[in-house]
């Protein structure tokens, strides 16, 4: 069974920084690439791709939104992703999931959570101005 974890939320003030991590079991190798991504959902609104990558190719991408501010990255070895948020606002406020999908979705499609299989179970990030 494929499990999600997520770690690192927290409380931060504006202009500070955060790092989430994200570790993957039971996931078998299909021999298709594996896209990863990280989405944010505050309550009562739509759940936002900000950020996604292509194992197979180390290639990202990001939200406008989070675009400059936000890096995603993955250590294949320990099945992990990560998501260094820099430069936090008070608008990053939410709960933020990673998720995981093999195939990974078209590149043009990337950022839309209802391609994606696996999801972990969230974690807060909470910004004060």
């Known amino acids: 069974q494929v499990q999600l974890v997520e770690s690192g939320g927290g409380s931060v003030q504006a202009g500070g920084s955060l790092r989430l991590t994200c570790v993957i079991s039971?996931?078998?190798?299909?021999?298709?690439?594996?896209?990863w991504a990280w989405f944010r959902q505050v309550v009562g609104k739509e759940r936002e791709g900000i950020a996604a990558?292509?194992?197979?190719?180390?290639?990202?991408f990001y939200a406008d939104s989070v675009n400059g501010r936000f890096t995603i990255s993955h250590d294949n070895v320990k099945n992990t992703v990560y998501l260094q948020m820099d430069s936090l606002k008070p608008d990053d406020t939410a709960m933020y999931y990673c998720?995981?999908?093999?195939?990974?979705?078209?590149?043009?499609?990337?950022?839309?959570?209802?391609?994606?299989?696996?999801w972990g179970q969230g974690t807060q990030v909470t910004v004060s101005s």
């Open positions: 998720a995981a999908t093999s195939p990974a979705p078209f590149s043009d499609y990337v950022l839309a959570p209802e391609l994606y299989n696996y």
């Open positions: 990558l292509y194992t197979s190719t180390g290639r990202m």
């Open positions: 039971g996931y078998t190798d299909s021999g298709y690439s594996l896209g």
